[in-house]
């Protein structure tokens, strides 16, 4: 089969590898679509790979039809959305021998292109689940508007928000950002977007920031935009292995509540991944304007390049099989 392989900093290639075989518990499953995530882009940019890296990784985004099953509940031809962990995932290969516990059954109502937007947004609806907040009438911040970013918009905006108030350095993404409800979008090449937060909410901040990139350059905003008593969540995984600065006395200061959030993989029944689902199922959210980029796995190096890049109007980067 073929495989993408993380080789060196900033290199993933496809290779001919051996295809797996499903082990107890388990089902194998062909590959139709895996996507490139933030932080797959981390580990392949951010150093060197571990001594030895699995075929298929990193990728842990994917949708594709199970073939063989020796897991009860799932059947040779199910559909299914696969969620391993971010460390277990070998997504990037043309088949993946997984736990049926990181799978999620599609219904046949929509395209699998499209219902492979629900890894993505399951682990943001599971990031408001777990700290519910009233947001009903506040104003709201989001720094960047990647899959993850456009994602809290949309569920921001949709739980009662004011007005949510967004950021990033791509026209495109910012396009897609008024699409699913922002209202005021800050091109972060030319524009400031603590003023423009500031001048927004008259001086007050936002109640609730969330920091969707997890870069070191974007990291001291979340508290500099964050009313009194706000809330700030960090929801980007952190670049390099460096500790971020950070103003213990500004958040002091403000009286501030912060959480970080991971481990959507281990919830329960999955029933965020199971709910965003039935969102893109259903037709409430439109993801098509996300999957800007569909490159054959043979062109894997050239994606994760287009991916990091932000090349070409680059929303969302998926391969193909």
Not at 142 to 161: H, P, W, Y
Not at 180 to 198: H, I, M, Q, R, T
Not at 308 to 320: E, G, M, P, Q, Y
Request: hydrophobic content about 45%.
């Amino acid at each position: 089969m073929k495989a993408g392989r993380w080789v060196e900093v900033g290199r993933v290639v496809c290779e001919e590898v051996p295809r797996p075989t499903a082990g107890e518990g388990e089902i194998l499953v062909r590959t139709a679509y895996t996507s490139i995530c933030g932080s797959d882009l981390h580990s392949v940019y951010g150093g060197a790979p571990p001594p030895s890296v699995p075929a298929g990784y990193p990728g842990h985004e994917s949708v594709g039809e199970v073939v063989e099953s020796r897991c009860p509940g799932f059947e040779p031809g199910d559909r299914v959305l696969t969620v391993p962990h971010f460390v277990d995932g070998r997504c990037m290969a043309e088949y993946q021998a997984l736990p049926g516990s990181a799978c999620v059954r599609l219904p046949g109502s929509a395209p699998l292109s499209q219902l492979l937007m629900a890894q993505q947004l399951g682990t943001v609806i599971f990031a408001l689940r777990r700290h519910p907040l009233d947001l009903v009438g506040r104003d709201v911040a989001v720094i960047g508007q990647g899959s993850a970013g456009a994602f809290f918009t949309f569920l921001l905006k949709r739980a009662g928000a004011a007005r949510v108030l967004v950021s990033d350095k791509s026209p495109a993404r910012l396009a897609y950002a008024r699409q699913l409800g922002a209202d005021l979008a800050v091109d972060a090449n030319e524009g400031d977007f603590a003023a423009a937060v500031a001048g927004a909410t008259g001086g007050r901040g936002a109640g609730l920031v969330v920091e969707a990139v997890g870069s070191r350059e974007t990291f001291p905003l979340s508290l500099e935009l964050a009313a009194s008593h706000a809330t700030v969540l960090w929801f980007g995984l952190p670049e390099g292995a460096e500790d971020y600065p950070f103003s213990f006395r500004e958040f002091f200061a403000k009286f501030l509540t912060a959480y970080a959030i991971s481990g959507t993989q281990g919830e329960p029944g999955l029933e965020s991944f199971r709910y965003a689902v039935r969102l893109i199922a259903d037709g409430a959210i439109d993801v098509t304007p996300l999957l800007s980029h569909m490159l054959p796995i043979d062109e894997v190096e050239k994606a994760y390049r287009i991916a990091h890049d932000r090349t070409d109007n680059a929303l969302k980067v998926s391969i193909r099989f």
